[in-house]
């Protein structure tokens, strides 16, 4: 079933935030309807950097065609603010669909832009965005690939003028609202009764950021659609690679650090290397 038709339902969407084709493989063992491709998580894992505009269309579409070639799992892809104008967005919808990307998430930042949880941000006329929603969606080859319009506003120009930015970016055609990280439960109720009769609207949780965390249970109850945890495997990563090469200085061995990783069977086991090997049978 497309993300689309699954937004038809009445049920609620999580999506586990990925950032190769080895985490979106673990992640899509789950039982997890759709996976986040995270742009600040290809940032962090690939070049090592904060999510501050470093990372490229062409290494996100890369990344996303290695992910759709390895798991069958819906994927929502962070499109950043389409690199550019209206045109670069639509070479990135273009790019992108022909990936594997089910959905298409666009911001209206101003480049370079940055993690929406850091501050600095800065963005675009509301009127360039609307611009940039109707290319995204004229470029679109399927219906079924789904145009999510974000807008940064509340940091830069407060609650209100937000609201006002995501109801022109619905006109625009936009098929999912993602207004990010507002402050409070109370702003996050008035996006419910705003929009949420008119058109899905997308959380997103990240542990430390601007937005009070609520499991995606609370925010489908509150009214949100598809909720989204994006950084949080980067930031589970993080502690437990820094645990692991801190053992293994100390120790000089993994031993004591066996309990909490994967023996070589045990790796295999997650990657299916078997099933792998007896596939390639069928052709000698």
Do not use: W
């Not at 039982?31 to 986040?36: C, P, T």
């Not at 370079?112 to 006329?125: A, D, E, F």
């Amino acid at each position: 079933m497309s993300l689309k038709q699954l937004l038809t339902q009445k049920e609620l969407i999580v999506a586990a935030g990925v950032y190769d084709a080895f985490s979106a493989l673990v992640a899509s063992q789950h039982d997890f309807k759709a996976l986040y491709v995270s742009g600040a998580g290809i940032a962090y894992t690939r070049l090592g950097r904060p999510d501050i505009g470093l990372v490229s269309m062409t290494e996100v579409a890369e990344t996303v065609a290695l992910i759709s070639d390895r798991v069958d799992t819906p994927l929502v892809v962070d499109a950043d603010n389409g690199y550019g104008n209206a045109l670069n967005v639509q070479r990135c919808v273009r790019y992108f669909e022909r990936a594997g990307a089910q959905a298409l998430q666009f911001e209206d930042q101003s480049m370079p832009k940055r993690c929406g949880h850091l501050q600095g941000k800065t963005i675009i006329s509301a009127q360039e965005m609307v611009g940039k929603i109707k290319a995204a969606v004229d470029a679109r080859q399927s219906e079924n690939l789904l145009i999510i319009a974000r807008t940064d506003a509340i940091a830069v120009d407060g609650y209100e003028a937000a609201l006002e930015r995501a109801a022109q970016y619905k006109e625009a055609g936009a098929d999912v609202l993602f207004i990010e990280a507002p402050r409070t439960i109370e702003q996050m109720k008035g996006i419910v009764d705003r929009f949420s009769a008119d058109i899905p609207l997308l959380a997103n949780m990240v542990e430390g950021g601007h937005t009070p965390l609520h499991s995606a249970h609370e925010l489908h109850q509150m009214g949100f659609k598809l909720v989204i945890f994006p950084g949080g495997i980067v930031r589970a990563l993080a502690k437990t690679a820094n645990d692991y090469y801190s053992s293994l200085s100390m120790h000089a061995s993994n031993q004591p650090f066996m309990d909490h990783m994967y023996d070589f069977t045990g790796l295999n086991q997650v990657l299916g290397t078997q099933q792998l090997l007896d596939s390639a049978n069928k052709y000698v």
